[in-house]
C-alpha cells in the first residue's frame, strides 16, 4: 500500500527545541498531508504540500518534501509541551482521489 | 472537531454480539470514512461513500458492514463481534477533489471481550 512510514518512531525533546519528523513513501504522489493526534482523539490536518512543492509553511510548522527521494520531513520550531502528540503522514496517489493510508506515526513528547 | 460526532464513545460487548457504530457529520462533505486503529498503530480505512449511493471496502472490510442512511450519517456494524476487533474507531467526512483534507470524529473505543 501507499502508506507513509514515519521516523523517528518517537522523539522526546525538552520545551523550546526544534522536532524533526521524516516521512519515505514508496510510489509516486499527488500530494502528502500531515496530521497530528492527541492521545485517543482524533486526528486534526496540519498541513498540505504539492507535488510540485518543496517546501510549505504554516505558522511554527516547516514542511518539505523531496519527490526524487520519496520523503517528506515536519520541522516544529520552538516546541511547546502542548505539542505532545503522535504525528501521521499521509500521501496521496495521483488517481486515488484523497483516500488517506497512515503509517504507525511519531508519538512527540514536548517536556516543559 | 464538534462537526463530526461519533456515538457511543466507549463500548464493551461480548463476542458474537451485533454492535453498530454511529457517525453523523454536520459539515455538508458528500464523503465519510471508517477507520480503526490499532495500539501504537496508523489508523486503516474499513469502508468509505463518496455519496449516498455509493459505498466502497477499504484495506480490511472483512468482519464490518455499513450503511450511509443520509449524507449526514454513516453507521459500522460489526455482524459478530470477535476480539481482535478491539480498536479504537475513528469516522472522517471530506470533499471531493485530492488536494483536500479530511475531518475526524472523537473516536470510539470499542472493547470485545
Known amino acids: 500500500s501507499q502508506q507513509g512510514e514515519e521516523d523517528p518512531q518517537a522523539l522526546s525533546i525538552q520545551e523550546g527545541e526544534n522536532a524533526t519528523m521524516n516521512c519515505s513513501y514508496k510510489?509516486?504522489?499527488?500530494?502528502l498531508q500531515w496530521y497530528r493526534q492527541n492521545s485517543g482523539r482524533g486526528l486534526v490536518h496540519l498541513i498540505l504540500?504539492?507535488?510540485?512543492?518543496r517546501e510549505k509553511h504554516s505558522g511554527r510548522l516547516r514542511v518539505t518534501l523531496d519527490t526524487s527521494k520519496k520523503s517528506s520531513s515536519l520541522l516544529i520550531t520552538a516546541s511547546r509541551a502542548a505539542d505532545t502528540a503522535s504525528y501521521f503522514c499521509?500521501?496521496?496517489?495521483?488517481?486515488?482521489?484523497?483516500?488517506?493510508?497512515f503509517g504507525g506515526g511519531t508519538r512527540l513528547m514536548v517536556k516543559p | 472537531d464538534a462537526d463530526v460526532t461519533q456515538t457511543p464513545r466507549n463500548r464493551i460487548t461480548k463476542t458474537g454480539k451485533r454492535i453498530m457504530l454511529e457517525c453523523s457529520q454536520t459539515?455538508?462533505?458528500?464523503?465519510m470514512y471508517w477507520y480503526r486503529q490499532d495500539p501504537g498503530l496508523g489508523l486503516r480505512l474499513i469502508y468509505y461513500?463518496?455519496?449516498?449511493?455509493?459505498?466502497n471496502k477499504g484495506e480490511i472490510s472483512d468482519g464490518y458492514s455499513v450503511s450511509r442512511q443520509a449524507q449526514a450519517k454513516f453507521s459500522l456494524s460489526l455482524e459478530s463481534a470477535i476480539p481482535n476487533q478491539t480498536a479504537l474507531y475513528f469516522c472522517?467526512?471530506?470533499?471531493?477533489?485530492?488536494?483536500?483534507?479530511?475531518?475526524f470524529g472523537p473516536g470510539t473505543r470499542l472493547t470485545v471481550l
Open positions: 499521509a500521501p496521496v496517489r495521483a488517481n486515488a482521489g484523497n483516500m488517506l493510508t
Open positions: 510510489t509516486s504522489i499527488n500530494n
Open positions: 504540500i504539492r507535488s510540485n512543492e
Open positions: 459539515k455538508g462533505h458528500d464523503r
Open positions: 461513500s463518496f455519496d449516498v449511493k455509493d459505498i
Open positions: 472522517a467526512t471530506g470533499v471531493a477533489g485530492i488536494y483536500n483534507e479530511q475531518f
